[in-house]
């Protein structure tokens, strides 16, 4: 594993709350969010129930991203990306990803909504970091052609807050 902290190196930014009736910050991840899509068959590549609260008064909009700093490659693995979500949402559904109301960004995956976990056997545990930011403006002047690594430059200039809840998973 190599033990990135991936929003060291930000601005530091105030928190607000993410929970989830699913998961809990720090446990194992449940099998139905391993990725099938990526050879594990007790995975269905479905998002946890996320929820926010606490967030600043002067929050436009919101992204949602998921990302892997423990896998295999220079920049990680983005798993979920989703921006320009309305400030008026504050939960998204297991399983609803697709029905977002949000610009949808491909994952590394190659897909546009929520790709489950597939650690390499024997890699170690790999911690999924769930991210909510807060965003200064409704809209982020980007389309859903722009990676995760462009929304989240973005994010350096209008995010606002942050909100974290990270669950592993390690196949053995």
């Not at 139905?32 to 590549?45: R, T, V």
């Not at 590394?108 to 546009?112: A, L, M, N, S």
């Given at each position: 594993m190599l033990n990135r902290e991936p929003y060291a190196d930000l601005p530091e930014q105030p928190t607000f709350t993410l929970t989830s009736e699913d998961i809990k910050d720090g446990d194992q991840a449940?099998?139905?969010?391993?990725?099938?899509?990526?050879?594990?068959?007790?995975?269905?590549?479905?998002n946890p129930q996320l929820s926010w609260s606490g967030f600043p008064e002067e929050t436009k909009s919101f992204v949602i991203t998921?990302?892997?700093p423990d896998a295999p490659t220079p920049s990680g693995f983005w798993h979920w990306t989703a921006s320009n979500i309305p400030a008026d949402i504050t939960s998204v559904a297991r399983g609803a990803a697709d029905e977002l109301k949000a610009v949808k960004h491909t994952n590394?995956?190659?897909?546009?909504s929520f790709m489950g976990f597939a650690p390499p056997e024997g890699h170690g545990a790999h911690r999924y970091i769930f991210c909510v930011t807060a965003v200064d403006t409704e809209e982020l002047d980007i389309d859903a052609s722009a990676s995760p690594a462009v929304v989240n430059f973005n994010l350096f200039f209008h995010g606002i807050a942050r909100a974290f809840l990270t669950v592993t998973h390690e196949e053995k």
């Open positions: 449940p099998d139905w969010m391993l990725s099938k899509a990526m050879g594990l068959e007790k995975g269905e590549d479905t998921c990302y892997d590394d995956g190659g897909t546009d």
